[in-house]
């Protein structure tokens, strides 16, 4: 399978420059800095007429992977039916309750854009148990893919656990690889597992800078990088 690069974008300019360094897929996201939130549908609408590249956008209105009640979740279906109806390519999301997956509260947002896919994004390392986790994203037919960095250890067990993830998760989720992923770490995932979709923030700005705008050259240092696996 060729290796697939999503680059998370903050703004138009971000999704620009994604797309001019080889960026095959977008997040959008506000608030980097506190690990993304849900954007402004205008800047969704603005990025969607600035770039070809498929867009997944975030749906998060708290810090934490808990939501606070139905309130939040009446939020989330709104802005899941106004993303939807610009015709993005899916979601990013993930509600946990007692460090388990929140199948039910997860169902219902997804209910809102039936035809429309998702990413389970960075909660899934907040789960208690990976395998059980995955298990229970497996009743969620929209979403496709599960984000995960592996852990936060040494390269090799980080590796070693994406594996078991990728065959966990088969033949329903792929497995998108990001969170402090570096040259390093994209050959020896490429080449120890069968992923092949990286996901990447800091890595696609200046300085590793979460603040900083995302930059061509170094996108097209990752493709590159993805190339040689």
């Known amino acids: 399978m060729t290796p697939l690069l999503e680059v998370i974008a903050c703004s138009v300019a971000d999704a620009v420059e994604a797309e001019k360094g080889g960026a095959n897929r977008l997040e959008i996201v506000r608030d980097l800095q506190r690990g993304g939130m849900t954007p402004p549908l205008e ?6 007429q600035a770039v070809d590249l498929p867009l997944r956008v975030m749906l ?4 934490s992977y808990e939501t606070s009640g139905d309130e939040e979740i009446d939020r989330l279906c709104a802005a899941a039916r106004q993303f939807a109806s610009l015709g993005v390519d899916g979601f990013v999301l993930g509600f946990l309750k007692d460090g388990e997956v929140d199948v039910e509260r997860t169902r219902r947002v997804l209910a809102c854009a039936p035809q429309v896919h998702a990413t389970f994004h960075h909660a899934f390392e907040d789960t208690r148990d990976k395998l059980s986790a995955l298990a229970a994203i497996k009743r969620l037919p929209q979403v496709d893919r599960v ?3 592996g852990g936060t250890d040494d390269l090799e067990s980080r590796v070693k656990r994406l594996g078991q993830y990728v065959k966990a998760a088969a033949p329903e989720l792929t497995i998108l690889a990001g969170g402090g992923v570096n040259r390093e770490a994209i050959l020896q995932i490429g080449r120890e597992t069968s992923i092949r979709e990286f996901h990447f923030g800091r890595a696609a700005r200046a300085g590793f800078n979460v603040e900083s705008e995302v930059q061509a050259s170094l996108v097209s240092e990752l493709v590159r990088t993805l190339n040689e696996i």
């Open 43 to 48: 800047l969704v609408a603005e990025i969607r």
């Open 60 to 63: 998060r209105e708290s810090k």
């Open 147 to 149: 984000l995960s960095s």
